[in-house]
């Protein structure tokens, strides 16, 4: 058997690890619709994703006709307190992630989770997944103070999981930027919410399934 050259492999969350776009798209419809305004189509809300709810939010509100700062602020906690109790009504894994992970894990490589999310959501998201316990480390937006792409919540998520040689998996520029600040390799994942062409993350490798993820670590250069 192939040896794989990492002790850990890390994952965002939301676009990569789970498609949580049905669930955000709710919340943010939710609190447009407070506001009288129309909904989203899923697949509108991609690009709003990947920086925290407030940008989220931020993001909608400009493409449904503009917003003012006090919009802003008196609908997000409409938004977060929805999502908070919607949080697994539609997301699900990625398909292939749950099989790629059972693979890594026979192989002694730990499985750790870096995202923007805040541990609110993030922590009772897994545990109502049935993911939690497959993690040696769940780090979100707000566990260090601050976010990715600043390295310092990826190298917790790393010193969390018992430290070793990492890798991470992302879909935003906030990942493959992170890992990059980190000093560690990247991978991005094509399926998740991108806001452009994949290549423009300019990662160092790319999947476009997880089927894909574990003969590309086996090849990696050691």
């Known amino acids: 058997m192939t040896q794989i050259p990492f002790d850990i ?14 669930d955000l798209a709710a919340a943010v419809n939710y609190a447009l619709g407070k506001l009288g305004r129309p909904p989203f189509p899923v697949e509108a809300i991609h690009p709003f994703v990947g920086k925290g709810a407030k940008v989220m939010l931020e993001r909608a509100l400009a493409a449904s006709g503009g917003y003012e700062a006090a919009e802003l602020e008196e609908n997000l906690p409409v938004l977060l307190d929805y999502y908070e109790q919607n949080l697994a ?16 894990t026979e192989r002694g490589v730990k499985l750790a989770i870096c995202t923007n999310k805040a541990e609110r ?7 109502q997944l049935g993911l939690s316990e497959r993690f040696a480390s769940i780090v979100g937006g707000d566990t260090v103070g601050v976010a990715k792409p600043d390295p310092a919540p990826i190298r ?8 070793g040689r990492a890798i991470f998996l992302g879909d935003t520029i906030n990942d493959i930027a992170g890992a990059r600040n980190a000093g560690i390799p ?26 894909e993820l574990v003969p590309l670590l086996e090849q990696w250069p050691g």
């Open 186 to 211: 990247n991978v991005a994942v094509s399926f998740g919410f991108l806001d452009g062409p994949v290549e423009n993350l300019e990662a160092d490798a790319v999947i476009h399934h997880f089927d």
């Open 121 to 127: 959501f993030t922590i009772p998201l897994m545990h």
């Open 156 to 163: 917790e998520m790393i010193a969390r999981a018992g430290g």
């Open 9 to 22: 492999v890390g994952f965002d969350l939301d676009g990569t690890l789970i498609d949580t776009s049905g």
């Open 89 to 104: 009504i539609h997301s699900l894994p990625y398909p292939g992630l749950i099989e790629t992970m059972d693979r890594l």
